[in-house]
């Protein structure tokens, strides 16, 4: 268990070493605001944290995003913005009005953000507390299940020390899995001007047990020279899986990527999970492969 801070345009830190000389052993930052921008001070927390030795151990977005077309603009901002930083975690913070109410809708938005954290090579987690959960997360549990998660709940409201003790485990929900615990929102640290959100996180590294299997960071079949559709074989088709693997759609059993699934056949099952990437990126969803999918799909990875 470590403790640390998430911070953004309201945290003014006017002495990064003294935070860190104040027990703060890692930081998530804010990326984006409401206008995919880099948020104010991400620039400024950024270079503060890395020159007073606080390890960036992730970044979040609060979201706005009601429709997967309005997540696939923030989360390529998002990448744009985090990953020349070394930032390689993306955290979806999910309460806002904005993203209530919109039923299975909220599944293909969340699924948007995480492919295209997963395509820039990043991890994916979700940001959210029992008032957005509850009613809003829970009835689709099983389609998060393997997404971590990152829990707001402040047991109490009086304002703490970081180095003070951390709140009894039994506020926080039973039978989930949880990465970090955002604990309190009225943290005073020396060298923050304000209040701090004070987090614990259970590991060292916040993803460190999912294993990622990637014997490549680039395509080793060569480009196919026109369409890939349903019943192509060979390098062709290998091409296209080899990009499926990457976005996340050829799984194992326990729903990690698994590289033996690239086969070297386009059927029915590729055709589906091609339409699902397009769908996802924008592009016309008709499960070919053309010049314009294998063109966005190489940007990506």
Request: aromatic share 16%; net charge negative; charged share 15%.
């Given at each position: 268990m470590i403790k640390g801070i998430d911070i953004a345009k309201w945290n003014k830190i006017t002495d990064y070493k003294e935070v860190r000389s104040a027990g703060v052993q890692f930081a998530i930052v804010k990326v984006i605001n409401s206008q995919n921008k880099p948020d104010s001070r991400f620039h400024e927390h950024v270079?503060?944290?890395?020159?007073?030795?606080?390890?960036?151990?992730?970044?979040?977005?609060y979201s706005y995003a009601n429709t997967v077309d309005k997540a696939r603009k923030a989360a390529d901002a998002f990448v744009e913005t985090a990953k020349p930083k070394g930032i390689d975690t993306m955290w979806l913070d999910l309460e806002d009005n904005a993203v209530k109410g919109l039923g299975s809708s909220i599944i293909d938005i969340i699924n948007t953000y995480k492919m295209f954290a997963e395509s820039a090579d990043m991890d994916f987690g979700i940001y959210t507390g029992a008032q957005y959960y509850n009613p809003y997360l829970k009835p689709y549990a099983n389609e998060i299940a393997d997404?971590?998660?990152w829990w707001a709940r402040y047991p109490y409201t009086k304002e703490r020390t970081i180095t003070a003790d951390v709140p009894d485990s039994k506020y926080l929900p039973a039978g989930m899995e949880l990465y970090g615990w955002q604990y309190s929102s009225k943290g005073v640290i020396?060298?923050?001007?304000?209040?701090?959100?004070?987090?614990?996180?259970?590991?060292?590294?916040?993803?460190?047990?999912?294993?990622?299997?990637?014997?490549?960071?680039?395509?080793?079949?060569t480009e196919p020279m026109g369409n890939v559709a349903i019943g192509k074989t060979g390098n062709d088709a290998s091409w296209v899986?080899?990009?499926l693997w990457r976005f996340g759609k050829l799984t194992n059993g326990a729903g990690q990527p698994d590289a033996a699934k690239i086969n070297g056949v386009f059927d029915v099952e590729t055709k589906r999970q091609v339409r699902e990437v397009q769908t996802l990126l924008g592009l016309a969803a008709d499960g070919i492969v053309g010049k314009i999918t294998r063109a966005v799909w190489k940007k990506m990875c």
């Open positions: 270079s503060g944290l890395n020159s007073a030795g606080i390890p960036i151990t992730g970044g979040y977005t997404i971590p998660i020396p060298g923050i001007q304000g209040y701090t959100d004070l987090n614990i996180w259970y590991e060292r590294e916040a993803f460190e047990n999912i294993q990622k299997e990637i014997p490549t960071e680039y395509n080793p079949f899986q080899w990009y």
